[in-house]
């Protein structure tokens, strides 16, 4: 199956980008300001700060009990708002996205550092409408059969070959599914390096 992402490119999040290796937890949040968006998941105000990445990184890990923490940030893209954790988890769980999604839609994608393991979930005021578990792309867990239907279409359009120097997988058997793709393209989202190379508004967060 062709894809029809191929203008989709991943080094936002690359070495070249936020070098979120080995995990993260992205949460993309839209018509949400990023101060406010930081507000509404209970980070104290006095906390934020505004710097590049690099910047709130290095903060991070000079903090006491640095390895309790991990640097979040919100950058904005289109009319959305992402929220970066490094090796965090948050994002995906109902303490930050039930808040985040009040009268509007979140989209989160969580790699977990340990396991490799990719997760996505969609929820909107509350209610989570879909979940995909990376390690099985063909089943999508929602209730309406248009929105599964469109990202089952989506996570094959997401499919890669375990190694990059072998032919485009037709099957998920064959290859894994780039999660963070299938979120960008449900939401028709280009994030490029550029996006996520000046100052935005963050804090550490406790693990």
């Not at 985040?100 to 550092?113: A, E, F, M």
């Not at 780039?178 to 996520?196: G, I, K, N, S």
């Amino acid at each position: 199956m062709g894809s029809a992402s191929s203008d989709y490119s991943s080094l936002w999040v690359g070495s070249t980008g936020l070098d979120l290796d080995p995990g993260y937890c992205i949460t993309m949040v839209r018509g949400v300001h990023p101060r406010s968006a930081l507000l509404r998941i209970g980070i104290d105000e006095t906390a934020v700060r505004t710097a590049p990445w690099s910047e709130l990184r290095a903060y991070v890990s000079a903090l006491d009990f640095a390895d309790q923490y991990v640097p979040s940030a919100a950058f904005v893209v289109g009319e959305y708002t992402l929220l970066i954790e490094e090796n965090g988890y948050r994002g995906y769980q109902p303490e930050w996205n039930l808040p985040l999604s009040r009268d509007t839609d979140v989209v989160s994608v969580h790699l977990n550092p340990a396991s490799d393991r990719q997760v996505l979930s969609v929820v909107r005021d509350g209610e989570q409408l879909a979940f995909i578990d990376g390690d099985e792309p063909e089943i999508i867990h929602a209730d309406d059969a248009e929105l599964a239907g469109r990202l089952i279409h989506l996570c094959y359009d997401a499919l890669k070959p375990w190694e990059e120097d072998e032919p485009d997988p037709e099957e998920f058997d064959d290859g894994w599914v780039d999660l963070l793709q299938v979120a960008c393209d449900y939401l028709e989202l280009r994030p490029t390096v550029a996006d996520v190379s000046g100052p935005a508004p963050g804090a550490a967060v406790k693990l």
